[in-house]
């Protein structure tokens, strides 16, 4: 990231929403691109869907589009709120099997819909890069990836404070993700202008 000079010249230059996909938990996370190169941390969050728990049979697929309802009701609230300029997310890894690939497959509709629908550029980064470009580590734990989000961002603390222990990962992930898609050519196009 690019060092920040004071914060008395710097002016919002874009929103970001940084996305960690998933299906049971999907992680958001909101930053202000600033004038002067550094990120401002404006909001973090996950949404949580559950399994219909339904006495009556439900197949798997309704299941999932209800599902993916959920998540794209919230999300589109978020853009709408937001009015972000760049979306970035986490990119898809090797799932461990065809139901989880099919949830990933799902999530990343959500956000390609989301990003054609409303025009907004999308930067996805791997894993291995967003944990090299946080923790210094392609094999960084999430703990470290989190410790290291948290000197950069000292407020976010404060912003973690509402969940549950250990049910903020994915929000870390979806800051994460933001933080290694500022070296992006996308970002650096709209810091010139």
């Not at 992680?27 to 399994?51: E, F, N, P, Y």
């Not at 390609?112 to 291995?128: D, N």
Request: glycine share 6%; hydrophobic share 45%.
């Amino acid at each position: 990231m690019r060092s920040p000079r004071s914060a008395s010249d710097a002016r919002v230059v874009a929103t970001v929403l940084g996305f960690d996909p998933g299906f049971a938990s999907f992680g958001w996370a909101l930053a202000d691109l600033m004038s002067d190169g550094s990120l401002c941390l404006v909001g973090l969050g996950v949404i949580r869907t559950q399994k219909d728990n339904a006495k009556r049979e439900v197949f798997a697929a309704g299941d999932n589009f209800n599902r993916a309802k959920e998540i794209a009701s919230v999300l589109n609230r978020k853009v709408e709120e937001s009015a972000p300029r760049v979306f970035c997310a986490e990119s898809m890894s090797f799932p461990r099997s065809a139901s989880v690939a099919a949830k990933m497959a799902m999530s990343w509709g959500l956000i390609a819909m989301l990003a054609e629908q409303h025009k907004i550029a999308l930067v996805a980064t791997s894993p291995q890069r967003i944990k090299q470009r946080v923790a210094g580590a392609k094999d960084a734990s999430k703990l470290d990836v989190q410790d290291a989000l948290t000197k950069l961002f000292p407020t976010l603390p404060l912003h973690l404070q509402p969940f549950p222990k250990g049910k903020h990962e994915h929000a870390c992930d979806a800051l994460a993700s933001i933080v290694a898609g500022v070296e992006s050519d996308v970002i650096n196009a709209i810091w010139r202008r």
